[in-house]
């Protein structure tokens, strides 16, 4: 699954002439930690709540917009804009269109529901995404090496990658722990891009929250 269906509009970026104040405002209203400026509908730089809170009340944004900011484009897969969050420390962030046009945001929070309601359907279990070439992909392989593990899998996804030569493959399987098969599928030469279970997913996102609840002094 693609960017493109988790696109909120709740999230409205800031202006130039905003106020510390106006931002700090949005971002205790939108429950994030960071909030985009956004010039001719393209976005310049972003504001955090760690710099703004030092600087209550003294003016407008402009000298606090940080100009290295992260962002994704439509076509981004949902597992990409997760890592990324995770790697920068982020709970939002900008999409892009081809033409460099602010289109809206995606936030941790509906990424968090994406992966619960993927996982929530089964009481125990995992998903795991694939990457591999197009030409070594084999569903009977990759099965016959889950189930030498007495696992099973629930449903599978295949999805290719721009270059149209090696593809993603998402499995939701039946182990909370699947480190053996983790393993097996490192040795047939198959990339492990990631593992969502539902207590790793719950995990980050309560330390996201927890991180919030400080900066809001909540």
Not at 12 to 40: C, F, G, H, R, W
Request: with cysteine.
């Amino acid at each position: 699954m693609k960017a493109n269906v988790l696109i909120s509009k709740n999230i409205l970026p800031l202006s130039l002439n905003d106020s510390i104040d106006t931002a700090l405002e949005k971002m205790m209203e939108y429950k994030v930690l960071q909030l985009y400026v956004l010039l001719d509908q393209k976005i310049i730089g972003m504001v955090s709540w760690q710099t703004l809170s030092k600087h209550k009340g003294k003016g407008a944004i402009k000298e606090f917009i940080e100009t290295d900011f992260q962002y994704i484009s439509t076509n981004d897969f949902i597992f990409e804009i997760w890592s990324k969050m995770l790697q920068f420390r982020i709970n939002n962030i900008p999409v892009i269109s081809d033409e460099g046009q602010f289109i809206g945001c995606i936030s941790e929070n509906e990424l968090v529901k994406f992966y619960l309601v993927s996982i929530i359907e089964i009481e125990q279990g995992c998903i795991i995404l694939l990457s591999m070439r197009k030409m070594d992909y084999s569903l009977e392989k990759i099965a016959q090496i889950v189930e030498e593990h007495k696992a099973v899998i629930l449903s599978s996804f295949v999805s290719e990658k721009e270059d149209m030569i090696e593809i993603y493959v998402s499995l939701k399987i039946n182990l909370n722990d699947p480190t053996s098969i983790l393993n097996d599928f490192i040795r047939y030469d198959m990339d492990v891009v990631n593992v969502f279970s539902k207590q790793s997913v719950q995990s980050v996102h309560k330390e996201r929250y927890n991180e919030l609840m400080h900066y809001l002094n909540v």
